[in-house]
Each structure stands twice: as structure tokens, then as C-alpha cells.
């Protein structure tokens, strides 16, 4: 089924290269992972496999991305090798992840309950060894209770421990140290010392058992790891929500008006499609019958909905909420805004930050270190006090495992990363957050950033005040004439005026020059350019004007400006509040973009920028210090977008798919740079209060495990509920 063409789709990307191959990007979801180790090792299994030109695992996000050559290996191929390295693997697919969290937290569940349950039983055992005077209780009796914890401690040991001993395992056998190294030799020390005193109280172990403690250990570990990922599961529906927005089927319209029921990866360019009402549009294409709104909040984070009526655009994955309409399909697949932004989510989910390469570089000499200082306690107290020697060994075992240290970061980037594509700013690139915290000289490109790329009619000036029309109506006939066009200036002219009713008939447009068309008068009206219409008229540095005439005599000019955000003056201001050198970099007129930046409180602006231009202050900004960022429209501006420490590209159609920006703000609302700044910072924050906390738990508890004060399901108790806080404070980012 993996291999099956249409099924691919689902969860592939494909490439054609310079040389002609057929290059594939492929999600999986991956299920056994418990620490950062794991995803070493699946990425070595995936990339030992024929084919595979490079393998992305994320131990936090429990998936893998593949790019494989399609005329060397198939999907089922690196599918296999994953399951050779004792994990499994499934399409990312809504089906295949739903089932694969489902089992997951159904096997997690049990052996949480196994642990809990026989913990409860193991401590009744022991309490009598606990509360009896020395001699009360007869040594018989103490060993049938041993016993007795000994056969209860087995399906903890077999069943709810055997994560920690398969993860041991696969890490030993690809000669690396993971985490679950040191917890499963502490399980394990435990249980045959204690299994030495129960059955031979006089022998080398001597007469303590530890199953109590062992039990107690399991079930504290397995209750943080069991709250860990039900956080994780909650992170992944937020994701499944836009990875599965699109129907599985549409109701296609065939040339002789029979509706027929087909798959949504078979549309194509051209068909026409029939959406009811609470169906999400399956394709971009164009309203072409029917008026409705439309939520769009998924792609947009604009919680409104937008209204729209023929020969407007929709958009796949927004909703149909007010009524049955037909579409036009003009993109369909991985062309659509939706799937360019499901793979941008999906890219930064397996994406490795630098703080994180930086933190798995010092990993595996702590986990030494950790083994070595237990085999150091362990001698030293075999010296003094043999009896406690085993039990020291544990406690330093359990309570120096660093699961806290390795959840610090990716949670919170995580977090911080689906909050900020809820607000409108999808990463493709989780080290932008860092770099968005520290922005000192934020480059903005002026059209399609701070404007909307759109005109509008700012000034009507009357040619012929003698002449008995009004304002009023020439604006209308303006606006009516306009219809007829898809111009720019025309579409700015219908959304300033009313149209007026007017019958028009012989219209035409001429390039260069404007509309023209008979009025039911007879009248010849033309708008368009003053010299054709008649006028004369001077331009200016917004480019010539507008004019409206009738019957060669000119009646009106219409001058244009550009419109900016809505929101643009508003978070310039905030940035520049907060220290942000925002700067103005344009290639448009340089009259044109000192005027912008006025309007905007900018005092840097400069104009008439080639591409080279723009890259050469974007390097001197950065040879002066500090981060420099750049917003711009993801292909005009790409290589100052590469070039910047930290990049974002307005989310226009389908260019998000081909930016390499570090973010595409999908919402183009320039607020949310705003918002996604303040949520960096505060993520920085939250890292750091992270990595304080687990350092401040070890610096703590590991001199307490050394002096003997602190026994094995306490150090179990407080390893759990570090990792619990580590990601419970990571998750105030999503809020």
C-alpha cells in the first residue's frame, strides 16, 4: 500500500532534479521512541538503506522525514529498515497516526497500570519488615513476604520496564549511550541484588530487597513518560487539524452536468467541483456559481469569515460555511497553499536547532560520567556499609538520568513554533526563534510587504466644473466603465465607488492605453491614459493619472497611491519601541518609497534597490553586530532572505511553497511579527528556566543519592516529576 502511486501523494513531496532524477520527500510516523538517542539511531538505520539520500528523525515529534531517490528504493524499502532497528513505522497520514497514538497510549496505559498496581501490592509485602520492632517479625515469615514481592515485581520487570530495556538495547547494539542506559541498569541491579537476598539472605547480597522501591521507580518513571505523551498527542492533533483538513472525496461536476463522487487526488486543473455546506474546499481554484463565506482561519489565522461570490478565489483546506457553491480547480496536490504550508509544518516538526546539536555533543559524555560516578558510589559504600551499596548505586543511577535536560529545549521550540502557526507564522527553520528574540535590524521590502501590492484612489479631480455631471456620478461611471477590466487601476476604481447602471455596449481595452465603450446614449466614454483620453494632465511620481472622458472631452483624472496594511504603522512603531532598527529597502522609486517610509515614522528609506543592492546592506548591517532579519515577498527578495541571519516571507499563494525563507507569515498581518517576537523571547525564557531546573534537580539530589539519603523511588519520583515540569512549563508557550 506504501508503494501504491496515489497513495503517495499523502505523504510525499516530489523533485525533479537538474539531472533528470525523480527525488521524493516522505513522511513517517515513527512509534518506540523514548529519548533523543532513538532518533540517532533510525536516522543511521534510514540512511544505511540504498536510495536514501538524507534522514530527519525528531524524538520530540515522533516522526521521520525521508528524501529518496524513486529510481533506486521504494517507500516499503526504509519502511522495513526502520522495523529491522526495533521501531515501527506508518505513512504520516491522519489514519496511520490516529491508530499509532491510539496504540500507543493503550500500551502506555497498561504498563503504567501493571506498575502501579503491583507497586501498591509489593508495599503491603514490605510494610511489616517496615513497621515491626527488630525481632518481632520471624525470618519465615519475612521470606515468604520476599518471595511473595519477588513474583510481583516480575511483570513490572517484563512488562511495564520493557521500554526501558528495549531502548538500552538498541543503543548498545548501535554502540552508542543513550538514557535509558543508566535506568535500565539501575532496574537491573536492583532486582537480581534483591533477588539474592530473598532467596539466599545470608549470601553476598545480603538479607535487603529493594522490589518496593524498584516497583515504585517504574511506575514514577512510566507516570512522567505517560503525561509526556498525552502533551505530545495533544501537539500532534493541533498539526492533524491542518494535515487532514481536505476531504477524502469531492463531488466532481462531468461536461454534460452529472455530479459524480471521486477521490480528491484525482482532481485536475480545469474540473468543476460542488461544495455542500461544512465541507472544506479540496483544491485553489475560483467560485464560480454561488455566494458564501468561507472560514480561513486554518490558513489565515483570520478568525472571521471571509465572504465570497463569483470569480473570487478559494483556497484548499478553508471551509464552506454558508451555502452549496461550485469552484473551478485551478491548482490541485502540492501546488495548493495548503499543502505548501502542511509541509512547512511539517519540516520544522523534524527540524534540529543548533541549541539541540550543541546539547547532543556533551549527551553522551554526562551519560559516562553518570555510570562511572555510580560504579565509584557503589564501591565506596561496598567499603563502608555494604548493605546500602546497591541501594546508593540506584538512587545515583535513576536520579542523574538527564531526561529533563533533553526535553528543555525541544518542548518548548515545539510549543513556541505551534503557537506562532496558529497566530499566522509557520517556521520551516526552529532556529528563527532564537534569532527572532535577538533581531537588532529588521530589513522590510515595501511592495507586497508593508503595502498590499494593491492601488487605491486616494484624490478625484474635476477637469470641467462647468460640465453638469457630478463628483458623484463620474465616480460611478468610472467605477461601471472599470467592471470591464481586470487592470489594477480598475479593480481599485470598483472597490473606492458604486457602480453606476449602465448598459455598456462596444467595450474594449487597449493595452497602453485604456477602456472605452458606448453608454445607452450613445456616448463614447474612455478611461485610461490622460494623452488617449484627452486630458492634460502632469504625473507625478505615483506614475501618470487616470482620466475619464465622453466624446474626446475629459472629465475627471483619478490619482493612485498604494495601500498600505492595516496594521503596518502599528508594529513598526512596537518594533522600533523595543529596539528593532526597522529599515526600508525597495526597489521601486525612491520618491515613492521616502513617502511610505514617512507615513510609517521610518528614518531610513532607500529606493530604485537591485537585488545585489539590497544584499550589500543587509552584509554591512551585519559586519556592524547584532542579528539582522528581513521581511520580504519569498522570491523577489531570496537571496537577502538567505543572506540574513533570521528571513520571512509574506505568505502570498503559492510562492510560500517556493520561499526559503526561515518563516512565511501566512496571515500577512504585520502585527504577528510583532506577537511571534514577544512569544520568542518569552521561549528563550522558558529554556532557560527549563535547563536551570534540571541542572538545580541534579546539583541537588545527586549529592543526597551519594551520601545515602535519598532511597530509589524517591530518586525515581523526583527524575519523573523534573521531566513533568519541563514540559508542563514548556507548554505555557501554547496558550
Known amino acids: 500500500m506504501v508503494d501504491d502511486p496515489a497513495e503517495l501523494d499523502a505523504f510525499t513531496r516530489w523533485e525533479r532534479q537538474a539531472d533528470g532524477r525523480h527525488v521524493a520527500e516522505s513522511s513517517l510516523r515513527i512509534t518506540g521512541m ?29 516522526c521521520a522525514t525521508v528524501r529518496w531517490d524513486a529510481g533506486l528504493t521504494r517507500v516499503s524499502a526504509f519502511v522495513r529498515a526502520v522495523e529491522a532497528a526495533g521501531y515501527e513505522a506508518a505513512p504520516d497520514t491522519a489514519a496511520a497516526a490516529r491508530a499509532a497514538r491510539q496504540k500507543e497510549a493503550r500500551v502506555a496505559l497498561w504498563r503504567l497500570f501493571v506498575a502501579a498496581f503491583c507497586a501498591m501490592q509489593i508495599m503491603m509485602l514490605a510494610t511489616p519488615a517496615y513497621v515491626s520492632a527488630p525481632g518481632e517479625l520471624a525470618p519465615d515469615h519475612k521470606r515468604l513476604l520476599d518471595w511473595g514481592s519477588w513474583l510481583l515485581t516480575l511483570p513490572v520487570l517484563w512488562f511495564s520496564a520493557a521500554p526501558f530495556f528495549a531502548g538500552a538495547w538498541r543503543s548498545l547494539r548501535q554502540r552508542r549511550i543513550g538514557m535509558d542506559v543508566p535506568v535500565a541498569i539501575g532496574i537491573a541491579v536492583a532486582f537480581i541484588a534483591s533477588s539474592g537476598a530473598a532467596f539466599d539472605p545470608g549470601g553476598v547480597f545480603g538479607s535487603e530487597v529493594y522490589f518496593d522501591s524498584l516497583a515504585m521507580f517504574v511506575s514514577f518513571l512510566l507516570g512522567g513518560r505517560f ?35 471521486v477521490s480528491a487526488r484525482r482532481l ?37 469569515p471571509v465572504a465570497k461570490s463569483g470569480g473570487d478565489a478559494v483556497v484548499a483546506g478553508s471551509v464552506n460555511l454558508q451555502a452549496p457553491v461550485v469552484m473551478r480547480v485551478d491548482l490541485v496536490g502540492p501546488d495548493t497553499r495548503y499543502e505548501a504550508i502542511v509541509a512547512l509544518m511539517r519540516a520544522a516538526r523534524t527540524q534540529r536547532p543548533a541549541m539541540l546539536a550543541s546539547a547532543d555533543r556533551w549527551a553522551a559524555p554526562f551519560l559516562w560520567t553518570v555510570l562511572l560516578l555510580a560504579a565509584a558510589a557503589g564501591a565506596a559504600w561496598s567499603v563502608s556499609d555494604p548493605s546500602r551499596a546497591v541501594w546508593v548505586v540506584v538512587s545515583v543511577l535513576i536520579v542523574t538520568c538527564p531526561c529533563a535536560l533533553s526535553l528543555a529545549a525541544p518542548s518548548a521550540l515545539l510549543a513556541a513554533a505551534g503557537a506562532m502557526g496558529r497566530r499566522g507564522l509557520l517556521l520551516r527553520n526552529l532556529d528563527a526563534i532564537q534569532g527572532l528574540a535577538r533581531v537588532r535590524t529588521l530589513f522590510v521590502d515595501k511592495t507586497g510587504t508593508l503595502t498590499e501590492g494593491r492601488l487605491r484612489c486616494t484624490e478625484v479631480q474635476r477637469l470641467d466644473p462647468n460640465d453638469a455631471a457630478t463628483t458623484e456620478a463620474l465616480q460611478g461611471v468610472a467605477a461601471s466603465l472599470a467592471a470591464w477590466s481586470h487592470h489594477p487601476r480598475s479593480t481599485a476604481l470598483r472597490e473606492a465607488f458604486d457602480a453606476a447602471e449602465i448598459a455598456w455596449r462596444d467595450v474594449r481595452e487597449l493595452p497602453g492605453q485604456g477602456l472605452e465603450g458606448l453608454d445607452a446614449q450613445g456616448c463614447r466614454w474612455r478611461l485610461g491614459a490622460a494623452a488617449w483620453v484627452g486630458a492634460d494632465v502632469a504625473g507625478s511620481a505615483d506614475g501618470a493619472p487616470t482620466c475619464l472622458g465622453r466624446d474626446g472631452h475629459p472629465l475627471a483624472c483619478f490619482v493612485f497611491d498604494e495601500r498600505l496594511r492595516d496594521d503596518a504603522v502599528a508594529a513598526v512603531r512596537s518594533l522600533q519601541d523595543e529596539g528593532v532598527r526597522v529599515r526600508l529597502l525597495s526597489g521601486d522609486d525612491p520618491l515613492r518609497a521616502r513617502r511610505i517610509a514617512t507615513q510609517l515614522g521610518l528614518a531610513s528609506a532607500t529606493g530604485a534597490m537591485t537585488p545585489g543592492d539590497k ?20 522570491i523577489n527578495d531570496a537571496p537577502v532572505l538567505a543572506q540574513a541571519d533570521v528571513s520571512f516571507a509574506m505568505g502570498e499563494g503559492a510562492l510560500v511553497a517556493r520561499t526559503q525563507a526561515d518563516g512565511v507569515l501566512v496571515s500577512n498581518r504585520l502585527g504577528d511579527i510583532v506577537r511571534a517576537r514577544a512569544l520568542a523571547r518569552k521561549t528563550l525564557r522558558i529554556v532557560r528556566q527549563n535547563f536551570a531546573w534540571a541542572a538545580l534537580y541534579n546539583a541537588a539530589c545527586v549529592p543526597l543519592a551519594l551520601a545515602g539519603w535519598l532511597p530509589p523511588w524517591a530518586a525515581g519520583l523526583g527524575m519523573a516529576a523534573s521531566s513533568l515540569f519541563v514540559v508542563l512549563n514548556s507548554l505555557r508557550l501554547s496558550r
Not at 505523551?229 to 461536461?255: F, I, K, N, Y
Open 34 to 62: 523514548h529519548c533523543a538517542a532513538c532518533a540517532g539511531t533510525i536516522a543511521r538505520a534510514l540512511e544505511r538503506v540504498p536510495g536514501v539520500l538524507d534522514a530527519r528523525v525528531s524524538a520530540a515529534a515522533q
Open 227 to 261: 503525561l509526556e505523551m498525552r502533551a505530545r498527542h495533544r501537539a500532534e492533533l493541533s498539526l492533524e487539524d491542518a494535515t487532514t483538513r481536505l476531504p477524502q472525496s469531492v463531488l466532481r461536476l462531468r461536461p454534460d452536468g452529472v455530479v459524480e463522487t
Open 268 to 304: 485536475r486543473p480545469g474540473d468543476r467541483v460542488r461544495v455542500p455546506v461544512g465541507q472544506a474546499f479540496a483544491a485553489d481554484g475560483v467560485l464560480t456559481e454561488g455566494v458564501t463565506q468561507a472560514d480561513e482561519s486554518l490558513l489565515s489565522g483570520e478568525s472571521r
Open 615 to 634: 544584499l550589500a546592506a543587509v552584509r554591512a548591517a551585519q559586519r556592524n553586530g547584532g542579528i539582522v532579519a528581513m521581511l520580504g515577498d519569498g
